[in-house]
């Protein structure tokens, strides 16, 4: 293998991904509170009962100001299909609790007015909320250039050589961001799909299936895992 930067072997990857699992392309998903609640509900969780769980949040509550001033135990009992949910409810609660200080309402609107920087600030500094929470709203509905590092974004991206075997899921966050195309929200995005559907499907954390694995002729770790 020839030696090539991190941000071009992270392209490199991306490319080969694209090719195999198809070009992920980004759209807006959820408006950006929805996003939020949808991100916290989806920790720990499938993603097949967090869509459950959301659907039936949304259905028990109206709005989000009723699910903000209603009791823990309601909102417990609206996604408890989910898993966590008494942890989860408390905290979607005390979110939406802290947005309405700031605006009156459980509403992200004053994110329009923010850089990239200070929208995750804001975020960050929201009870619970961390930095792939955050880095998914901006991404996923706001289509900013933010890269969200779960699990598989952070092993995957190791086991390539991007990333220091040291570098901490957080640590990530800004790293793989300016590797993966800083202010390109299209690329970011695809990066960050590619690198998840791989995760889950190839790249294990236990026995991955190098055997299988389209990026073996680039990747520094096929066959060591």
Same mark, same amino acid.
């Given at each position: 293998?020839?030696?090539s930067t991190p ?8 490319a080969l ?29 499938a993603?097949?009962?967090?869509e ?11 709005d989000?100001?009723s ?6 135990e ?5 996604i ?8 989860k409810?408390?905290r979607?609660k005390r ?7 700031h605006t009156?309402?459980?509403d992200?609107?004053?994110l329009?007015?923010?850089?990239d920087?200070?929208a995750?600030?804001?975020l ?16 996923f ?6 890269m969200?590092v779960?699990t598989?974004?952070?092993?995957v $991206?190791?086991?390539?050589?991007? %990333? ?8 990530a *966050?800004p !790293?793989?961001?300016e590797? @993966?195309g $800083?202010?390109?929200a299209?690329? %970011?995005?695809?990066v ?5 559907r *791989?995760? !889950?499907?190839?790249?294990h @954390?236990r ?9 073996a002729?680039?990747?520094p ?5």
């Open positions: 293998m020839s030696a941000a071009e072997q992270l392209a490199r990857a991306t991904l694209d090719d195999f699992y198809g070009r992920p392309v980004l759209s807006p998903r959820y408006p950006p509170v929805d996003e939020l609640v949808f991100t916290v509900l989806s920790q720990n969780t993603d097949v009962n967090t459950r769980t959301f659907a039936a949040l949304k259905a028990r509550f109206p989000w100001e699910a903000r001033d209603a009791p823990a309601l909102i417990e009992e609206a408890a299909l989910g898993g966590l949910a008494h942890t409810a408390p979607i979110i939406l609790e802290a947005i309405s200080e009156g309402a459980p992200l609107a004053v329009d007015g923010m850089s920087e200070e995750q600030a804001y960050t500094g929201l009870p619970g909320v961390g930095p792939k929470t955050a880095a998914c709203v901006l991404l509905s706001l289509q900013r250039p933010v969200p779960d598989h974004v952070h092993r $991206a190791r086991r390539l050589g991007v %990333i220091g075997d040291k570098v901490t899921a957080e640590q *966050h !790293r793989l961001t590797l @993966a $800083a202010g390109d299209a690329q %970011i995005y695809a960050h799909v590619d690198l998840v *791989h995760g !889950r499907r190839v790249c @954390a026995r991955p299936a190098c055997g299988e694995c389209t990026l002729g680039i990747c770790s096929a066959g060591l895992a």
